[in-house]
């Protein structure tokens, strides 16, 4: 018999992830189990998650939204469920959202989606779905080629059993877009948003343009780094991967020329630290250690410009090489 288990990652949001479990509790079509990952939070949320009768939970350090949709992921594959909803607790479902998308009409195998909508509105999409601004203007039940991990995906066993787990060491921002690309591209596996399947989440605030503070914002290490796993999922060439990195770097640095406002020399040279240790593959970096970075980068005048011309020319002579001797010796 087919098993669903809906799978939360949390951290430090207890009063989001109260709201979220609510709606797991109200589907339609309740799941057979919920599975909460604690990622470490330091608020309310253990003792309320020891307070719920109806619920697992797996209590870890903070490993990112990776680390917990791998520990999640691989839980319930171990534990034989067939079907394993994922999202964030930020975010949560409609009341036949559920049953909506376990209904959909795909491909015996295929990666389905919800349609992420703007909490606030209850209409706009929250990320770009095809040529559609809002939910109404919807037509059709699928949308081929498009979804938003881990926002309401779901995921079928043998999608695991052929592509894996997502990548822990990723952490943040990208883990959830090189799934989607190892999934979707290497291994040509359909997506689907399941229009009819609704995910309410809340609008994307951050935009790179905006100006960024240069001191807090750690979350642009993985986003710098992780692009370059992205790239190498979705591109089966690791030529191309590489190239396309160079040019995604080079983008990076014209938003900061153009856009940024404050720190921009600093904001230059910081691109050099994420993309080296992504070409090394040095995943030690937490957040904290990024954080203690930038503040003393922040305290002292550096030529950013240079560093990054000199990476880049490294990274053109050498591109298939370990960097990480070569990253201390930069001293970036």
């Given amino acids: 018999m087919e098993k669903t288990i809906a799978l939360v990652v949390t951290y430090n949001r207890c009063a989001l992830l109260s709201r979220c479990i609510t709606a797991l509790r109200n589907q339609t079509h309740q799941p057979d189990a919920i599975l909460v990952i604690n990622n470490g939070s330091t608020d309310n949320t253990?003792?309320?998650?020891?307070?719920?009768?109806?619920?697992?939970?797996?209590?870890?350090?903070?490993?990112?939204?990776?680390?917990?949709?791998?520990?999640?992921?691989?839980?319930?594959?171990?534990?034989?469920?067939?079907?394993?909803?994922?999202?964030?607790?930020?975010?949560?479902?409609?009341?036949d959202a559920l049953e909506n998308i376990l209904a959909a009409k795909t491909e015996p195998l295929s990666l389905r989606n919800c349609a992420v909508i703007n909490i606030a509105d209850k209409k706009s999409f929250v990320w770009k779905t095809g040529n559609y601004t809002t939910i109404d203007d919807v037509d059709t039940k699928l949308i081929k080629g498009i979804g938003h991990p881990f926002n309401g995906t779901l995921l079928h066993r043998n999608i695991v059993e052929r592509v894996g787990l997502p990548k822990a060491n990723l952490f943040v921002?990208?883990?959830e877009s090189e799934y989607y690309c190892r999934i979707t591209k290497t291994n040509n596996i359909p997506i689907y948003t399941v229009t009819d399947s609704i995910h309410y989440h809340p609008p994307a605030l951050f935009s790179f343009r905006a100006d960024w503070d240069f001191k807090n914002n750690w979350k642009m290490y993985y986003y710098v780094r992780n692009?370059?796993?992205i790239n190498q999922s979705k591109f089966n060439n690791k030529a191309i991967a590489f190239a396309n990195y160079c040019c995604f770097l080079v983008a990076v640095a014209g938003i900061i020329v153009l856009f940024q406002k404050t720190n921009k020399m600093e904001k230059l040279g910081f691109i050099a630290w994420p993309a080296l240790d992504a070409l090394s593959r040095n995943y030690e970096a937490t957040p904290q250690s990024?954080?203690?970075?930038?503040?003393?980068?922040?305290?002292?005048?550096?030529?950013?410009?240079?560093?990054?011309?000199?990476?880049?020319?490294?990274?053109?002579?050498?591109?298939?090489?370990?960097?990480?001797?070569r990253s201390r010796a930069m001293n970036v």
């Avoid at 990112?64 to 594959?77: K, L, P, V």
């Avoid at 954080?291 to 980068?297: E, Y």
């Avoid at 030529?303 to 001797?325: I, V």
Wanted: a positive charge; one cysteine or more; glycine letters at 10%.
């Fill in 46 to 95: 253990e003792h309320w998650l020891q307070s719920q009768k109806d619920i697992f939970f797996i209590t870890q350090k903070n490993v990112g939204s990776g680390g917990g949709f791998n520990t999640g992921i691989q839980w319930a594959f171990k534990h034989n469920y067939t079907w394993m909803w994922c999202m964030d607790d930020d975010g949560y479902p409609k009341e």
């Fill in 173 to 175: 921002w990208g883990d």
């Fill in 227 to 229: 692009r370059f796993h």
């Fill in 290 to 325: 990024v954080l203690s970075k930038l503040r003393v980068r922040s305290e002292r005048s550096t030529n950013g410009g240079f560093a990054l011309m000199r990476y880049l020319f490294l990274a053109s002579m050498f591109p298939f090489t370990p960097m990480r001797t």
